[in-house]
DNA sequence: AATGAATGAGGATTCATTCAT
DNA sequence: CATGAATGAATCCTCATTCAT
């Protein structure tokens, strides 16, 4: 059995200096894991970047993969923030409204920090299980399938696990290539193309 | 600026002894790359599995990196074989039919030795643009695109550069989360509902 | 371009256990110079004899060039000392004296630690260029330069950068001789008739 | 006891062909030596440049070191060739006369493939005793303490042995630094004024 | 709590040399 | 004789982690 590092933060960091640290240190480890990759990511770089000894680093993450998973964590937290709330705000609305409404989202959630994003979608597989991600994972999958039920009536006749994953896995895939694929030079009108197209892909599906 | 190390074989391995020797080695690296990960990969112990010393590595691959490039490279070439064989075979047949046979013909492809397939997928950022997948990508949209003109008539009025992402990006998510999600066990019955699904989702959308 | 390790020593080293380390890192260089040759000084090696891991070693120089240049640093350094104040000593001797002492001053300084010396001489061109050492020949240049000037009076009339390259050469000449021929078995007497020779050789020409 | 490598050449190379692989490799090995130094002149890398296998070279130099050796060796004799000319057309010179055309000779010996020149000095100590250079040494002790002894009578009274090592080491010293302080932009003007003062500083030192 | 010096296993890579063909 | 593929010991260097202060 392969040894695994440890994961957990070491403390809960109540305290406002620690705090503080935790925050150096996870913005250091982001910077550096975008400038120079995970290869290059020592803990010592990140401890010096962080303005911190390399003793303090270990005080709060027991390794590097902990202090990359929290970063992931802490990524994660954001972006799940927007989809919730997109979540809540689109229960209601009619199918075609929706879902135009959550490819939106999907597509400003790949684009918080894309570098950050980017990089961090290659680690994820390497950090192993990281419970919080797959947690999102299946909590956008939930999401998914309630709106679905919640609006069968629009819909033609359908499997809903079937139809969740049809659908998450295409949204995802057109935000994912769209950070991919230049995340800078997006123009409105092109996200705007995008969304639509996207929209009719999955409305088409459903109905 | 990033050093990146270099990925180019060292010599073309014409000699039958020679041949046998970096398909050794290829076929180590890719075996230890799905046990073992990216970072356990060692070329020591590349050339241990591969039965070969590791001057004999270093003869051929001039570098960690450009072993891993050539297997993802080889990897490339037999999805790349499948793929266009059936782009052949689909240039005229009507889009329901056509997209089915692609969308079975994707999911087939991930799943050429799914675990190496996984593997790579983490790794092709990390090792630099690989020209090779780079051209496999546009290749790929280049048939789809020419696929697509072709039928024109059959479709809706549509961009042509904006179906081509959608639908290749459709298609692949769904293959590439089918591999992801246990790709092992994988029923039959299953993938002719994704097949179905997929069909319906890319069909419906282009007409 | 040929790549050129870095030869700056990566800290100061104030604090006192930091400054052990780095002597004993430099004593045992010179001493595994001395015994084993350039070639065969590992910083593996070096590390062991030190006392210290290799890991200490890289933390205060950067790669093994940076170790041997320190070395030949300090060794310089020691060398200067005795010439700056045999200059001192000098500036108001007549001629004949002045050079008897110099040349003394030489041979002597180049007997500090004769072996280490040789090896050191060997290394200086491969270690790309010392500032050090650059800077301490134009320093000689110039003490000597400015010494044959002060006496301008008692030579005969000769350009003085001709006169300091031909005396510089010279008594160097002599000195470095000395050493490579037997530096041990160096009777007083022996010394005492070198000296007396160069000193003609060089006074003979001044005048 | 350090295991010393071997440095004779293997075969006397009388036929033609060994004759040419023989030039060719002494002339890769020079080539190599000078434009990348020491260090980096690997076997591989002759035999390439030479246009010959590994093994030949093997076949003809039992290590790398006796290729240096034989290098070393050759520039030695077309050094000395041209001394041992100099010092019969000299013998029966005048001293001034002598030492002038000498110190020409050794000014210009120095130049013939300077840059191999630099290198091989620097080589000199590490391969070991060179036999042939320390003959050579010897010889030009041999010839100027012969010629000493030939024109005692124009000269003061004095040991010849010391006479001999004073005069070597300085017109050396002269030669050497002329070669060191950029060969190259050597004016026929700087040459001369050279000359000029080193034989008026042997001379005086005779006189 | 914080510090940062020290550790040393481990990894990539080179290169002189051999030897089967 | 020539070839060049193969060898593997040896080397430099990194970096996660510990622990005395």
């Known amino acids: 059995m392969a040894r695994v590092p440890p994961t957990k933060p070491r403390k809960n960091a109540l305290q406002a200096r620690s705090r503080a640290t935790v925050d150096a240190l996870l913005e250091a480890t982001a910077r550096i894991l975008v400038r120079e990759g995970f290869e290059k990511t020592s803990t010592n770089r ?3 970047i962080a303005g911190v000894s390399v003793g303090s680093l270990y005080q709060y993450f027991p390794s590097k993969e902990a202090l990359v998973a929290a ?3 802490r990524h994660n937290d954001e972006i799940m923030k927007v ?3 997109a979540f809540v705000e689109v229960t209601d609305m009619p199918i075609e409204k929706a879902v135009r ?3 939106t989202v999907a597509i400003e959630a790949h684009h918080i920090d894309p570098d950050l994003h980017r990089i961090l979608a290659e680690q994820i597989p390497r950090i192993g299980q990281l419970k919080d991600v797959e947690a999102s994972n299946r909590e956008v999958h939930a999401l998914v ?3 679905l039920e919640r609006h069968r009536k629009e819909m033609r006749k359908i499997d809903p696990d079937i ?3 049809i659908c998450v896995s295409a949204i995802e895939a057109v935000a994912h290539n769209t ?3 230049g995340a800078e ?3 409105e009108k092109m996200v705007k193309v995008l969304v639509d197209e996207t929209t009719r892909l999955v409305v088409g599906y459903l109905r």
Chains 1, 2, 3, 4 share one sequence.
Do not use: G, K, P
Request: charged share 20%; aromatic share 8%; hydrophobic share 60%.
């Open 83 to 85: 989809v919730r709330a």
């Open 145 to 147: 399938r309630a709106y």
């Open 46 to 48: 990140i401890a010096e």
């Open 179 to 181: 950070v991919l694929n």
């Open 185 to 187: 030079m997006l123009t």
């Open 101 to 103: 409404r959550l490819v």
């Open 71 to 73: 970063v992931i964590e």
């Open 163 to 165: 139809a969740t994953f």
